[in-house]
DNA sequence: CGAGGAAGTTACCTGTGTCAACATGCAAGT
DNA sequence: ACTTGCATGTTGACACAGGTAACTTCCTCG
């Protein structure tokens, strides 16, 4: 017979994945302390001795969505295209907006958490490879290699952010939720043609 | 002495009113059942007589917010040109462009409830302006009048929408919140120029 | 004029965030 | 070894939200 020991030993972690794990099945409302705190199995208000409040741990699952973010742009930035040319830099800065709204596609929980900016500052993970600091150095990549030009650098961050993220959120429950497939990609692709050309 | 009268008489617009009201200060999630009624001047479950529940309420005062929204837009493409030459077209997509970044930075709430598109299908209100409406048509206008090639047309309303859109989010209560409004500018500008220029 | 239904009200339920007071147990100091 | 202190959990309570059920008021219409 298995009897809990009064302390957890790793509480603070152990809320952290469940809310994440909450976050992940139905976004940032769902993250609601009971509910965590009763999925690991403590008292609703331990939780309390590691978080300031329910912010505070939306904060941190807000973190570690960020680095689960980082880590899928990475993949699918490393395994687009590896040489110093202009065209592996272009390929990688497409594979880089593809997997920003791969990633809100199929993480759509975690996508709004990393995205729920008005939690405030949020500390990030000691691990995380942050998808802007992914963007910069592939715009940067795109300057060294001549696709761009330099003065086209400054706002470059702005207006390709702006397009992938927007496309995702009209993708995410906006009006483009209910369009097939294959029409979302043509619009995707689109939203990629136009960055690309428009930078 | 003034005794209100058992039947209030319009309840369901001044719980509209109220809930816009709210929504308008601190955005959907400020917009709570009791406190409309509570404004109204009248118990809290009145309001389901007129809105079988909260969603009901939000989805009306985002139709509510949807025709301010297409209000401001239309007026501000009213403003910028009135020819139907090239040069009037491409201000008046302009136009339409930064009204929807000004509807955002100025309505926030409001501007929240409009792209409140998780709750479901809104009913729109009857004098409604649609914004993406609009959109296309100043769209059809870059065609018509050659600004654009008609094989652009196609996804068009995707890419200009997921620019301005994602710009709207990254201003509101994302990274661009805290940059002063000259960057701002520079910032929505160059988004404007890469979609007229990109499509 | 009086029956019936629309519109409001009161009472109550569950669930959430949060605070305060109490219980437990590990760890350091004598 | 014993005790004392503090971090960690627990129980209990409060306020407030959305929502249901049963009751009341009052307008309308035959």
Chains 1, 2 share one sequence.
Not at 174 to 195: F, I, K, Q, Y
């Amino acid at each position: 017979m298995q009897v809990m020991p009064y302390h957890h030993g790793n509480l603070r972690e152990a809320l952290i994945a469940a809310a994440t794990q909450l976050a992940a099945e139905h976004g940032p409302d769902a993250v609601v302390l009971r509910e965590a705190a009763r999925r690991v199995g403590v008292s609703h208000n331990a939780a309390y001795r590691h978080f300031a409040d329910r912010d505070a741990l939306l904060r941190a699952v807000s973190a570690r969505a960020m680095t689960e973010f980082g880590q899928l742009m990475a993949t699918r930035i490393a395994g687009s295209a590896t040489g110093h040319d202009k065209d592996a830099a272009a390929a990688r800065f497409e594979a880089s907006g593809r997997a920003y709204v791969e990633f809100a596609t199929t993480h759509p929980g975690l996508f709004r958490m990393a995205c729920a900016w008005s939690l405030g500052d949020v500390a990030p993970d000691a691990a995380v490879n942050h998808p802007y600091a992914q963007l910069s150095e592939r715009l940067d990549e795109l300057v060294s290699t001549g696709v761009i030009t330099p003065a086209r650098r400054q706002n470059a961050e702005i207006a390709a952010w702006s397009a992938v993220h927007g496309f995702a959120m009209l993708v995410l429950d906006g009006p483009l939720s209910v369009v097939p497939p294959d029409e979302r990609e043509r619009g995707l692709a689109e939203v990629l043609r136009v960055v690309r050309e428009g930078i």
